[in-house]
């Protein structure tokens, strides 16, 4: 079975990033799926963004995604200074970017920023309104929101992400019916038998986020189910070269 190439915030080496020019440029790189952050605005939206202070994606922008409404940030622009390609980008909703990636297949890994079984339960309710739920992907630090995730859907595939500091996290990820583990690249590399470990015990690995080249090789090679990478393309060329067609 291929690795799958899921592009991190969209095409994000080359395109600002949780724009919709940046999902849009990864599903022409053919990328299968791409990877996304979400929050709740002041007016109940839900907004997508790694951040939630503005100032660095949207230079222009003051204060927070979670205190501002919709209307209000969507006076900002989101294109991360890549002025010359990028003029103008504008902070999407989940369902917005559901609605571009209907057609294409694209699974879309959803990461969850805040708490809140409600927050959970709109998100949740945005995938089964755009026919989404059999291609979503819900990870997220905040395990507990994974978890209120499982409680709404049991059917819903949970991955939660972690650094280095979890014992066995492919036995964790199943005390709570997650069906996969997002470890950073760094444990993937320095625990012995990581992968071979996740797979004997039925979990999914997605490690993120991983750009080298020298990287991208490894991972296809130890046959990682998927990467979470800000490039795309080279990962897909890697993944050719390694794995075939």
Not at 54 to 63: N, Q
Not at 72 to 83: R, T, V
Request: with cysteine; aromatic share 10%; glycine share 8%.
């Amino acid at each position: 079975m291929k690795t799958l190439v899921l592009a991190h915030r969209g095409a994000s080496a080359y395109a600002p990033e949780n724009t919709l020019e940046a999902f849009r440029l990864a599903a022409e790189m053919h990328a299968d799926g791409i990877e996304l952050d979400v929050y709740k605005t002041a007016d109940g939206q839900i907004a997508v963004s790694h951040d939630n202070r503005l100032g660095r994606c949207a230079k222009d922008g003051t204060g927070t995604v979670t205190e501002q409404t919709m209307d209000q940030l969507l006076k900002y622009n989101f294109n991360n200074g890549m002025d010359e390609k990028y003029p103008v980008c504008r902070i999407p909703t989940l369902g917005q970017v559901y609605d571009l990636l209907y057609d294409t297949g694209l699974i879309v890994n959803v990461e969850i920023k805040m708490q809140g079984y409600d927050f959970v339960r709109m998100i949740d309710e945005c995938a089964k309104a755009h026919k989404m739920c059999d291609r979503v992907i819900y990870s997220s630090f905040l395990h507990y929101a994974l978890y209120d995730m499982k409680r709404i859907d049991p059917d819903a595939f949970t991955a939660p992400l972690h650094g280095g500091e979890l014992f066995e996290p492919w036995n964790y990820a199943k005390t709570f019916g997650a069906k996969a583990i997002h470890p950073h690249l760094g444990p993937v590399f320095g625990i012995e038998n990581y992968v071979s470990d996740c797979h004997k015990a039925g979990v999914r690995i997605h490690p993120w986020t991983v750009d080298a080249e020298e990287d991208l090789r490894k991972m296809f090679e130890l046959g990682v189910d998927a990467v979470i990478t800000n490039r795309p393309d080279v990962a897909l060329a890697i993944r050719k070269e390694i794995q075939g067609e």
